[in-house]
């Protein structure tokens, strides 16, 4: 973390701004599209962003890591300790290990509620033990956990012009749409993990099922069926970022260009997909160098507007005593 963003965030102990550093470095290191978007965002939000998606990244690792030796009991055990020391961190806004230290700040200066974490810890405990889903439905529900509630955290920290419960749908929708499009980026690789998250009936819709992409995988042969389910699953993200786009106007104005960024950046890849021929069991399709920084550079135009039209620092008082009012509530 700069210091320029520590101290427009109003963060000056000096454990807690190490903390605030680990988890931005987690997210430079493993979600370059989403990090360069946050880099738009007025430097008092980035800290609490970062928190929220460090500690997202930081359970998803103990779940997902390739290069992790541990067994399914002992990923067990570290899921349950991170569990428990952020129940107490939430509890008391502080916790022994930097990463939770971060969000459980974040969570307290900005009112957020502790159900939604709850709810993510919940996915990430499927993960353990779930290998597929049979119906899109199925597969929403492990989603609310892992991703609608990512975009209901962030709600708090972004600002709203509208009622929090008019953007809280679209807030969600943006999550899963994010989500979706890492599934079907990442199909190959989840499946080295023994899991396959595009829904079966969508897939069985074209005929395919898991032996034939796994036989695709290993034998790094293409296939008309997998080309059409995948396709479908790409459609399917498509309207999910088309109900996520009204909320991006209910956004305070400072924080519409990152988020416009990442919504651009992810639908990106969906392009690049498609443009790569629907290739991703085989190699990960990427957004061109050139093409992103267009993007960001758009971005930057829309934010040097937003100044102009609301100048001035838009970010909450700094410290956990100026608590906002809380998200209630499941997203289904």
């Known amino acids: 973390m700069t210091a320029r963003e520590l101290d427009a965030a109003g963060i000056t102990a000096p454990a807690l701004r190490a903390a605030y550093t680990v988890c931005r470095e987690l997210n430079a290191r493993h979600g370059r599209t989403y990090f360069l978007a946050t880099r738009l965002l007025p430097p008092e939000r980035r800290c609490a ?16 890591g390739l290069d992790r030796r541990e067994t399914p009991a002992e990923r067990d055990r570290l899921l349950g300790a991170l569990e428990r020391d952020l129940a107490g961190g939430l509890r008391r806004g502080d916790a022994a290990e930097p990463v939770v230290r971060a969000v459980a700040d974040t969570a307290e200066r900005y009112g957020i509620d502790p159900a939604l974490f709850t709810d993510f810890m919940a996915s990430m405990r499927a993960d353990l033990t779930v290998t597929d889903y049979p119906t899109y439905r199925d597969l929403y529900g492990y989603m609310h956990g892992s991703a609608a509630v990512i975009g209901l955290q962030m709600l708090p920290v972004l600002g709203t012009v509208t009622g929090r ?20 980026r990442d199909v190959g690789e989840d499946l080295d993990r023994g899991r396959v998250y595009l ?20 034998t790094g042969r293409d296939d008309a069926r997998i080309r059409a389910a995948l396709t479908a699953g790409a459609a399917l993200a498509r309207g999910v970022y088309r109900d996520a786009e009204p909320g991006i106007a209910m956004l305070e104005p400072r924080v519409r260009p990152c988020i416009r960024t990442a919504f651009l950046l992810y639908g990106g890849i969906l392009d690049a997909i498609a443009e790569d021929g629907y290739a991703v069991l085989h190699r990960r399709s990427v957004v061109p160098l050139r093409r992103r920084a267009a993007v960001a550079a758009s971005g930057l135009t829309r934010i040097l507007a937003a100044r102009v039209r609301a100048p001035g620092r838009s970010g909450p008082p700094p410290g956990p005593a100026r608590r906002r009012p809380a998200v209630r509530g499941r997203v289904r």
């Not at 962003?49 to 997902?64: E, P, Q, S």
């Not at 419960?165 to 890492?182: C, D, R, S, Y």
Request: net charge negative; glycine share 6%.
């Open 49 to 64: 962003v970062h928190a929220l998606y460090g500690f997202a990244r930081w359970a998803d690792d103990i779940v997902d």
């Open 165 to 184: 419960a008019e953007a809280e749908p679209h807030a969600a929708a943006l999550g899963v749409a994010f989500q979706l499009t890492n599934f079907l």
């Open 199 to 218: 829904p079966a009936d969508l897939l069985a819709a074209h005929g395919v099922d898991r032996p034939l992409l796994e036989w695709s995988r290993r």
